[in-house]
């Protein structure tokens, strides 16, 4: 059992101190909320529940000093936010890759059984919930930090809004429980809830909303608690994120198991399967009865059992070998087309997007749907005015399948690239071999707007604080005009922008100081030259050395880089060929941003961690995750996403897991903070007196 019961009725007032008749009536809620929310299983009255919640309050009331985060009566009412801090994971919350049929899930174990060399495995099948993915951190047993997964790498802190969810534990008890530890769930909006909530607004005038899902997210990201708390969010614990000073199960299975008895609530339709014919039978016994539940589902997740596989399998990118998502078929509605627009993107492409007559597909209204290009287009002889087969499957954006071709009533007409860009008017072109048409001016508005959102973006410049919106406040306020007018923005007219605070003036002044120091590959790929993504960026850096070099190369030149083709050496040179993107040079040169790597040209040996293999995890103080492997990276190392045996140094911070472990077992070389920054010093130095 969770909880220890104490009903208080059993002992005479008088008898108890008020700290502990307090306490016991918050165990004994704790108790009763837990059996109501998780397990389904009431065993009082509601009368007799709002009975003990009244003596809490009356209590607490008269003894306010003894009130504490993890009360019952703490899940409503906090006061209302001013925004959300942001979140670093202690390790990412990772995507999943899609298996759409029986072949490519197959081809997934397969993958998987040869890296293993043969070994067998048992599998874990939970349904892949509609909702959205959360991190709750415990300390000492109680709630202290409860994040939404943001880009898998950072997220917002919605703690005050995750603790009005009654199925979320404030307090965690029991014996094994760890000094620290953080699980992953996914919130969602039931969908009998959802269904009252939206009679409720219909019958008040007001619009509804248009599926569980987007809002189950906007009711996590409420500045106002109290609002969140009226809705009735529900959560499936699905993972360990990791656990200090605690010995985890070694299994997925255990581990769900292990959330289980510790009072978190997890699926009860999770499942161990041993064949892939066990996981089919599971993922066909759910799609016939998905509907029955009363929470939306897109499909099953697979995970690989034991937990010393999945480390030796890792990850590629974002997405982990040994987990997939095994979707549902799609799901398709027939609407009209009314329209084929365009969208110029960030490099100038011109995005054609169907305008459709509203439709319901699997629960969200669809009024735009993506038509790739032109030659998409052709193929599937898409037509304005069509009636046309729509879709949602595998990704959030609609896609349009199809023509019902024998609803044409001669009325459809075929669609045309303009000749023109949409938005500044200059002439298009689609370069021989390409799939797309662009828009070659380069101060296109539109093209400006999604290029200085790419520029200030994490993997890129990284400017903390500089989200869209005040992103294209700064635009709108002609504060820049290229990206290179980014460093000379001050504070006084960062101020005069809506809802801008000295603080956040502040914040984001010394953000835009410090990317001065980004490495130079994430400063040539933030420039958004067309087909040069990081990889292609930090190769040109190890073969050239520096921007000026970079930028003086011939196409013959930039072919001899590993991984650059004639399509990317053109694109590259085309790029540093126009004045404004040397006068965007020249700016980042006078605001003191680094254009040299320090690297010997072509000689990637010169540097000081060249052919060494590091990992990063936990949380760091002197800098962020990525910082760390960006520095590595500068001085010539390579980062890792897991421990094997070709790591050389593990990098641990505050909240290190599974790495750790994995690490000692392999006996790698284990770098505390302060070594670790000892070790970039020393290779700094080694690097300067090259």
Known sequence: ?????????????????????????????????????????????????????????????????????????????????????EVEHPSPMLSLANAFDTDQLRAWHKRAQDLLEGAGFDMVCELKIDGLAVALTYEDGRLARGATRGDGLRGEDVTSNLRTIKSIPLLVRGNGVPRR?????????????????????????????????????????????????SRPLDIFVYALGYAEDGAAPDTHWAILEYLKD?????????????????????????????????YGVDGAVVKIDPLSYQRHLGSVGREPRWAIAYKFPATQEITRLLDIRINVGRTGSLNPYAVLEPVNVGGATVKMATLHNEDDIRR?????????????????????????????????????????????????????????????????P????????????????????MGER???????????????????????????LERMGEKSAGNLMKSIEMSKERPLPNIIYALGIRHVGYETADALVRHFGSMDSIAQACEEELTSVPGVGPKVAQSIAAHFAQESSRAVIEKLRRAGVQLESGVAAQDGSSRP???????????????????????????????????????????????????LDQAQKLGTEILDEARFLKLLERSLVEEAAS
């Open 262 to 294: 510790l009072g978190f609530k997890t699926n009860p339709a999770n499942a161990v399967c041993s064949t892939l014919e066990e996981v089919e039978a599971y993922y066909r016994d759910w799609l016939e009865r998905k509907e029955s539940l009363d």
């Open 609 to 659: 961690l060249a052919g060494l293999q590091m990992v990063v995890t936990g949380r760091l103080d002197a800098m962020s995750r990525s910082q760390a492997e960006d520095r590595i990276k500068e001085l010539g190392g390579s980062v890792g996403s897991s421990v094997s045996k070709k790591t050389r140094f593990l990098v641990v911070g505050e909240g290190s897991g599974s790495k």
């Open 1 to 85: 059992m969770i909880y220890s019961y104490y009903p208080c009725g059993g002992l005479p007032m008088a008898e108890l101190s008020t700290e502990r008749h307090i306490q016991q009536l918050r165990e004994e809620i704790d108790g009763h909320n837990h059996r109501y929310y998780v397990l389904d299983d009431p065993v009082v009255s509601d009368a007799h529940y709002d009975d003990l919640m009244n003596r809490l309050r009356e209590l607490e009331a008269d003894y306010p000093e003894l009130v504490t985060p993890d009360s019952p009566t703490q899940r409503v009412g906090a006061s209302p936010l001013e925004g959300f801090d």
């Open 446 to 465: 539109a093209q400006f707007a999604r290029l200085f959102m790419h520029f200030v973006s994490r993997g890129a410049m990284d400017i903390e604080g």
């Open 470 to 496: 005040l992103a294209l406040a700064v635009i709108d306020a002609e504060l820049v005009k290229d990206v290179g007018d980014l460093y000379s923005i001050t504070a006084e007219q960062l101020l005069t």
């Open 380 to 444: 599937k002889d898409i037509r304005v005015n069509d009636w046309v087969v729509v879709e949602r499957a595998g990704e959030v954006i609609p896609q349009v399948v199809g023509p019902v071709v024998s609803r044409r009533s001669g009325e459809e007409f075929e669609f045309e690239m303009p000749p023109h860009c949409p938005v500044c008017d200059t002439p298009t072109a689609r370069p021989e071999g390409e799939a797309m048409t662009y828009c070659f001016n380069t101060v296109c």
């Open 181 to 229: 530890f953080e699980v992953r769930g996914e919130v969602y909006f039931p969908k009998s809830g959802f269904l009252k909530l939206n009679e409720e607004r219909v019958s008040q005038g007001e619009a509804p909303y248009a599926n569980p899902r987007n809002t189950a997210a906007g009711s996590l990201r409420q500045l106002d608690p109290r609002i969140t708390a």
